[in-house]
């Protein structure tokens, strides 16, 4: 059985002429079963099949009946992966006859099938229900230049593949989009993009990022790929830009959503970014090969980011941005919405602490983010401020130690009324504090220990006094 890429025109007449007479009714909404067509004249009827006293049973001796598949038919049927050729020219013919997310086509799509949908909608076949004049003379202009064939042998060259629902690497997850699912995907790359995206994560955010912003965006990026998690972005300048680069350079993997076809590099300063990505990641996209991006394509493009991941993180966003539209679709479709503040003062970060306002949680890095989104384990470490030695002291023996003055000696009988203590207990304490280094005794006077100067050889971090003072609390 010839490929769907490798054929003509004439290996898929299903789709680009009308049904054959005698070939019985066709229903509305039915996808016509692949090869159920009469036999054209001069083809070989197929085998009579019946039972097996209907078909006769080999003589004795006689050897099993002859091998009907040629192991390049039967290879080619093992990589349909479970979708009919028909069917996966019809939705990559419906690709470029169709806008992205388009809900009324995706109804129509679930209630006709892909064969179908394109016969009514090129004039081959009864209307869609509810289709305009206009939805159909549309339609007729853009079919003639529709070329199913032609675009999968594209994608092959480019070393990569058209995959549908129904396909083995088809993300279930997209489906939750309902009938704004896409009809398909365009992937270049040779992962399986069903498996990676069971544990993605986007990270989006504004173009004209900052520095900050950049910085965030790369560290995100490599911490997320070295915890083993997809990075998922839109190949876009700024903060996609530098998640993708953040998780190549920690040898990660990541995957750009385009709103382009996947051999049309967009920004084209990115041709280099995308090229590595098709090769060390995965580049997709719903448009076919060719097609190029426009404003409402970008807008649209944010749903399949949303949909394709666990979670959305939001880097810096004004509040007009395609990067809350990404962030309020995954929040729809109950995933985890994530942002990382900014300043207060900068409009970038205007939209992001709005939607922290809302029902996104507040994220400063990558353990953060794996917290919020993995499994049972992921935990971020525990954040506290530096502990000090004085931390340490229970509460008498510190309440001593704030009785102290710095401007000299103290009595005993000084200590005792500041700290509220009598001068047995005072003079206690005093001697621990004396014996882990927080003060000296000169005759009947204590005074506190000044700290070490750096410039007298001491490290950022150490103690005033490098004697048994730590040693002694941490025992």
Same mark, same amino acid.
């Given at each position: 059985?010839?490929?769907?890429?490798?054929? *003509?025109?004439?290996?898929?007449?299903?789709?680009?002429?009308?049904?054959?007479?005698?070939?019985?009714?066709?229903?509305?909404?039915?996808?016509?079963?692949?090869?159920?067509?009469?036999?054209?004249?001069?083809?070989?009827?197929?085998?009579?099949?019946?039972?097996? !006293?209907?078909?006769?049973?080999?003589? +004795?001796?006689?050897?099993?009946?002859?091998?009907?598949?040629?192991?390049?038919?039967?290879?080619?049927?093992?990589?349909?992966?479970?979708?009919?050729?028909?069917? $996966?020219?019809?939705?990559?013919?419906?690709?470029?006859?169709?806008?992205?997310?388009?809900?009324?086509?995706?109804?129509? &799509?679930?209630?006709?099938?892909?064969?179908?949908?394109?016969?009514?909608?090129?004039?081959?076949?009864?209307?869609?229900?509810?289709?305009?004049?206009?939805?159909?003379?549309?339609?007729?202009?853009?079919?003639?230049?529709? !070329?199913?064939?032609?675009?999968?042998?594209?994608?092959?060259?480019?070393? *990569?593949?058209?995959?549908?629902?129904?396909?083995?690497?088809?993300?279930?997850?997209?489906? !939750?989009?309902?009938?704004?699912?896409?009809?398909?995907?365009?992937?270049?790359?040779?992962?399986?993009?069903?498996?990676?995206?069971?544990?993605?994560?986007?990270?989006? *955010?504004?173009?004209?990022?900052?520095?900050?912003? /950049?910085?965030?965006?790369?560290? #995100?990026?490599?911490?997320?790929?070295?915890?083993?998690?997809?990075?998922?972005?839109?190949?876009? %300048?700024?903060?996609?830009?530098?998640?993708?680069?953040?998780?190549?350079?920690?040898?990660?993997?990541?995957?750009?959503? #385009?709103? =382009?076809?996947?051999?049309?590099?967009?920004?084209?300063?990115?041709? +280099?970014?995308?090229?590595?990505?098709?090769?060390?990641?995965?580049?997709?996209?719903?448009?076919?090969?060719?097609? %190029?991006?426009?404003?409402?394509?970008?807008?649209?493009?944010?749903?399949?980011?949303?949909?394709?991941?666990?979670?959305?993180?939001?880097? +810096?966003?004004?509040?007009?941005?395609?990067?809350?539209?990404?962030?309020?679709?995954?929040?729809? #479709?109950?995933?985890?919405?994530?942002?990382?503040?900014?300043?207060?003062?900068?409009?970038?970060?205007?939209?992001? %602490?709005?939607?922290?306002? *809302?029902?996104?949680?507040?994220?400063?890095?990558?353990?953060?983010?794996?917290?919020?989104?993995?499994?049972?384990?992921?935990? /971020?470490?525990?954040?506290?401020?530096?502990?000090?030695?004085?931390?340490? &002291?229970?509460?008498?023996?510190?309440?001593?130690?704030?009785?102290? =003055?710095?401007?000299?000696?103290? %009595?005993?009988?000084?200590?005792?009324?500041?700290?509220?203590?009598?001068?047995? +207990? /005072?003079?206690?304490? &005093?001697?621990?504090?004396? /014996?882990?280094?927080?003060?000296? $005794?000169?005759? !009947?006077?204590?005074?506190?220990?000044?700290?070490?100067?750096?410039?007298?050889?001491? $490290?950022?971090?150490?103690?005033?006094?490098?004697?048994? $003072?730590?040693?002694?609390?941490?025992?």
């Amino acid at each position: 059985m010839p490929s769907p890429s490798a054929g *003509g025109r004439g290996a898929v007449p299903a789709l680009f002429s009308e049904p054959r007479q005698g070939q019985g009714g066709w229903d509305e909404g039915q996808a016509l079963p692949e090869g159920r067509g009469v036999p054209d004249e001069g083809q070989a009827l197929p085998e009579r099949r019946g039972t097996p !006293d209907e078909r006769g049973t080999p003589d +004795e001796g006689q050897g099993p009946p002859e091998r009907r598949v040629a192991p390049d038919e039967e290879q080619g049927l093992l990589k349909r992966r479970g979708v009919p050729d028909e069917e $996966r020219l019809a939705r990559a013919a419906l690709t470029r006859l169709v806008e992205p997310g388009d809900e009324t086509v995706g109804r129509w &799509l679930r209630r006709m099938g892909p064969v179908a949908l394109w016969r009514a909608l090129t004039g081959k076949g009864k209307p869609p229900p509810g289709a305009t004049g206009e939805r159909l003379a549309g339609c007729a202009l853009r079919a003639p230049g529709v !070329d199913p064939v032609t675009d999968l042998a594209l994608i092959a060259r480019c070393g *990569g593949r058209f995959i549908c629902p129904g396909d083995l690497d088809w993300p279930g997850q997209l489906d !939750d989009l309902g009938d704004t699912r896409p009809v398909g995907l365009w992937v270049r790359g040779a992962a399986d993009l069903r498996m990676w995206a069971l544990r993605s994560v986007a990270v989006v *955010g504004a173009r004209a990022c900052s520095d900050y912003g /950049a910085h965030v965006a790369a560290s #995100l990026g490599a911490g997320l790929a070295e915890r083993g998690w997809v990075v998922v972005s839109g190949a876009a %300048h700024g903060v996609d830009g530098a998640v993708h680069r953040g998780a190549l350079a920690a040898g990660g993997a990541t995957i750009a959503v #385009l709103a =382009s076809g996947v051999d049309v590099p967009y920004p084209r300063a990115h041709a +280099e970014l995308i090229a590595r990505m098709a090769e060390q990641g995965l580049v997709l996209a719903e448009l076919p090969p060719g097609a %190029h991006p426009t404003r409402p394509r970008f807008v649209l493009r944010n749903r399949v980011i949303a949909a394709l991941t666990r979670g959305t993180v939001v880097v +810096e966003a004004q509040y007009r941005s395609g990067s809350l539209v990404t962030a309020r679709r995954a929040q729809q #479709l109950g995933r985890s919405t994530m942002g990382v503040p900014g300043p207060v003062t900068s409009g970038l970060s205007a939209g992001v %602490h709005e939607l922290l306002r *809302g029902e996104a949680v507040l994220v400063t890095d990558a353990a953060e983010v794996a917290e919020l989104i993995g499994g049972i384990g992921d935990l /971020a470490p525990e954040r506290r401020g530096p502990l000090v030695e004085r931390d340490l &002291l229970d509460p008498v023996t510190a309440r001593v130690l704030e009785a102290l =003055s710095a401007r000299g000696g103290n %009595h005993l009988r000084d200590v005792a009324r500041e700290s509220g203590t009598g001068c047995d +207990e /005072a003079l206690g304490r &005093l001697h621990e504090l004396l /014996a882990l280094g927080f003060v000296e $005794r000169h005759g !009947d006077r204590w005074e506190l220990v000044p700290p070490v100067r750096r410039s007298d050889g001491a $490290r950022r971090g150490d103690p005033p006094n490098r004697g048994n $003072r730590v040693k002694g609390l941490r025992r």
